[in-house]
C-alpha cells in the first residue's frame, strides 16, 4: 500500500515516514502544497494523509481538487484540535476521515487501515481470489488453505494485484506503486520480473488455482 504524508512539520513527517515504513507501507513526503498536487496528480497512492494547514495554500484545495477529478485515492485529514469548521469542511469535500494534533502513531495506523479496508475490501480484514487468501491485519499468506512466506516486497505485490484482480498491471505501474520515489532512481524496470517469477513460483508450487498471466506488450495480469 502506497501513502502520500503532506506535512510541513519536516521532522514530524519524517518520523512518520519512518514508522509507517515499519510497518508495510511504500512512502512518500511532500512538505508543501505544491509538491503535494504534483505527486497526487502525477502519481498514484492509496491514501493521502493531508495537514490541512501548509506553508503555501489549504490543504483543502488539494482535497477539493483531487474529488472534482474523480481520484480513487483515500485522504486522512489532519487538523488542529479546535479547528472544528476545518474537520466538518473536509469530510464535505469527501475526506474519508480526520486526526486531531497531537495523536498517537498507533491511533493514525488504525485509522489508515480502517480507510484502505473500507474502499479496497469492504471493511474486510481478508482478501481472496480462488484459493488464495491475505489476510491484511496477520499479513499472513494461504493458498488451499496452507501458509505461504512470501518476502515483503512479494507480499505487496500479490495484494496489489488481489486488489486489481483481473486487469492488466503494466511494470511500470507496479514498480511505481510498489517502490515510490526510488522507482526513479532505476536504470529499466527489468528488476521486476524476478520479483514476479518468484512471487508465480512460490503460488505454483502451494497448489495456486490463481495465476500471474503476462500480457504481450502491456504487463501482467491475476487472474
Known sequence: MKLLIVEDNAELSDDLANFLTDNGFVVEVAYN?????QKVFDYSYDLVILDLGLPDGSGLDLLREAKARRMDMGFLIVTARNAIEDKVTG?????????????????LNARIRSILRRKNAD??????????????????????GKSVELTRKEFDM???FLYNKNRVL?????????????????????????????????LQHAGGDVQIQSVYGMGYKFS
Open 33 to 37: 502544497l505544491s509538491t503535494a498536487q
Open 170 to 202: 503494466t511494470k511500470e505501474s507496479i514498480v511505481e506503486h510498489l517502490w515510490g520515489d526510488h522507482a526513479d532512481q532505476a536504470d529499466s524496470f527489468d528488476f521486476i520480473y524476478n520479483h514476479i517469477k518468484n512471487l508465480r513460483k512460490k
Open 123 to 144: 471493511g474486510n480484514n481478508l482478501l481472496e481470489m480462488g484459493n488464495i487468501t491475505v489476510n491484511l491485519l496477520s499479513l499472513d499468506v494461504l493458498v488451499a
Open 91 to 107: 469530510l464535505e469535500l469527501g475526506a474519508d476521515d480526520y486526526i486531531t494534533k497531537p495523536f498517537h502513531k498507533a491511533e
Open 158 to 160: 500479490l495484494v496489489y
